[in-house]
């Protein structure tokens, strides 16, 4: 077993896991869930937990009841995870979009797709994506397994039946299924593995975390200072609730609407979704209009640059874009005002941002099945 398969089985304890339900504002799902692949699996007759790092050990992750985390599932998820004959150039791995040392990113404002065109949109950290029940920035993807096989075709230029029977002629790739699920490699089995491994991603046991939180502690060094700066002062928590430091809900903070054809975000989704008229001016919530995902500030120093829109190149720049307050415009987030802050409290603030990331590493990639 590769390494991680072992650190899991030995945390493996009784940590509840299950999916909570799904909002009922919440409107239908544009992409198939990985049930509705055709060759849809029986789950491993044993599930197991794992205990999730310092300071989110008591957010629960969101794991369907079709899907319930396993350790072979865990480990072939990350064998594909890593694995270019994915993609329907063979070039591409989910990795190439998602780099352990860029804070499960890429580090570029847009990513080229399969084909070189590129993405409207900046490519998110996977950090804690397991306690998401909407992804993507607009929130259009119903569960990480929708998300997973949205990217896996439009992104990767993936036929899921074409690569389902080549990792079939790969011996490695066919004992790993028959592990995970007592079967050969199937579309829907590739996308419930890549789930399962995604939900082991967190940035968890940081600076902040190994903290001491008492009075005296916070008030002795910058990162403690930061914290009250954070919550207290610039009140990041408004939308930056912890232990995730995200609402996982969606907000006009300004960014991109200066432009001359602004990306309406969240607004664009609920119209597609309700079948309305996509044109500007459509009945949605007005809140919904350039709103994008709160991302997590968990390991948000290792993945530059920031934004929907790859906007801020730098932690220092996005920290000052929303001190001021965001970008104006006639649908900015009521919560987002200036906040003043003193230039010992700005950095004070930067060193708290920076302790929510955890002790940089090299990740083990695994060997791959030939």
């Given at each position: 077993?590769?390494?991680?398969?072992?650190?899991?089985?030995?945390?493996?304890?009784?940590?509840?896991?299950?999916?909570?339900?799904?909002?009922?504002?919440?409107?239908?799902?544009?992409?198939?869930?990985?049930?509705?692949?055709?060759?849809?699996?029986?789950?491993?007759?044993?599930?197991?937990?794992?205990?999730?790092?310092?300071?989110?050990?008591?957010?629960?992750?969101?794991?369907?009841?079709?899907?319930?985390?396993?350790?072979?599932?865990?480990?072939?998820?990350?064998?594909?995870?890593?694995?270019?004959?994915?993609?329907?150039?063979?070039?591409?791995?989910?990795?190439?979009?998602?780099?352990?040392?860029?804070?499960?990113?890429?580090?570029?404002?847009?990513?080229?797709?399969?084909?070189?065109?590129?993405?409207?949109?900046?490519?998110?950290?996977?950090?804690?994506?397991?306690?998401?029940?909407?992804?993507?920035?607009?929130?259009?993807?119903?569960?990480?397994?929708?998300?997973?096989?949205?990217?896996?075709?439009?992104?990767?230029?993936?036929?899921?039946?074409?690569?389902?029977?080549?990792?079939?002629?790969v011996a490695g790739y066919r004992d790993a299924f028959s592990e995970a699920f007592d079967a050969p490699p199937?579309?829907?089995?590739?996308?419930?593995?890549?789930?399962?491994?995604?939900?082991?991603?967190?940035?968890?046991?940081?600076?902040?975390?190994?903290?001491?939180?008492?009075?005296?502690?916070?008030?002795?060094?910058?990162?403690?200072?930061?914290?009250?700066?954070?919550?207290?002062?610039?009140?990041?928590?408004?939308?930056?609730?912890?232990?995730?430091?995200?609402?996982?809900?969606?907000?006009?903070?300004g960014i991109g609407m200066d432009a001359d054809v602004p990306d309406q975000g969240r607004a664009a989704y609920?119209?597609?979704?309700?079948?309305?008229?996509?044109?500007?001016?459509?009945?949605?919530?007005?809140?919904?209009?350039?709103?994008?995902?709160?991302?997590?500030?968990?390991?948000?120093?290792?993945?530059?640059?920031?934004?929907?829109?790859?906007?801020?190149?730098?932690?220092?720049?996005?920290?000052?874009?929303?001190?001021?307050?965001?970008?104006?415009?006639?649908?900015?987030d009521e919560k987002l005002v200036p906040r003043q802050l003193t230039p010992e409290q700005r950095l004070d603030?930067?060193?708290?941002?920076?302790?929510?990331?955890?002790?940089?590493?090299?990740?083990?990639?695994?060997?791959?099945?030939?």
């Amino acid at each position: 077993m590769s390494r991680i398969v072992w650190g899991l089985v030995l945390l493996g304890l009784t940590f509840a896991l299950f999916e909570a339900a799904r909002r009922p504002s919440a409107p239908p799902p544009l992409e198939p869930t990985a049930e509705a692949i055709e060759g849809a699996l029986t789950p491993a007759p044993e599930a197991f937990t794992f205990t999730l790092p310092a300071g989110l050990t008591d957010q629960p992750l969101v794991v369907p009841a079709a899907n319930p985390l396993s350790a072979e599932k865990v480990a072939l998820g990350e064998l594909l995870f890593f694995d270019a004959r994915l993609s329907a150039t063979k070039q591409m791995s989910c990795e190439t979009c998602h780099l352990p040392e860029r804070g499960w990113a890429d580090g570029l404002a847009q990513s080229p797709k399969f084909d070189d065109s590129l993405n409207a949109r900046h490519t998110p950290s996977l950090y804690g994506a397991g306690f998401l029940r909407e992804l993507y920035w607009d929130g259009r993807a119903q569960g990480l397994e929708a998300q997973i096989l949205a990217a896996w075709e439009g992104q990767m230029g993936a036929d899921p039946g074409r690569i389902a029977q080549e990792l079939d002629q790969v011996a490695g790739y066919r004992d790993a299924f028959s592990e995970a699920f007592d079967a050969p490699p199937t579309p829907a089995g590739i996308v419930d593995a890549l789930a399962s491994f995604v939900r082991t991603i967190h940035a968890g046991d940081t600076t902040w975390d190994r903290l001491p939180k008492d009075a005296a502690s916070l008030d002795s060094n910058a990162v403690g200072r930061g914290s009250v700066v954070f919550s207290e002062v610039a009140q990041c928590t408004l939308c930056h609730l912890p232990p995730v430091y995200s609402d996982t809900l969606f907000h006009n903070v300004g960014i991109g609407m200066d432009a001359d054809v602004p990306d309406q975000g969240r607004a664009a989704y609920l119209r597609a979704a309700a079948g309305d008229d996509p044109t500007p001016g459509a009945e949605v919530p007005a809140a919904s209009v350039g709103a994008f995902k709160t991302p997590t500030l968990r390991g948000v120093a290792d993945h530059p640059p920031y934004f929907h829109d790859g906007h801020a190149e730098t932690l220092a720049e996005a920290v000052d874009l929303m001190l001021a307050g965001g970008t104006a415009n006639d649908a900015l987030d009521e919560k987002l005002v200036p906040r003043q802050l003193t230039p010992e409290q700005r950095l004070d603030l930067l060193a708290f941002l920076e302790a929510l990331s955890p002790d940089a590493a090299t990740y083990p990639r695994p060997v791959l099945p030939e």
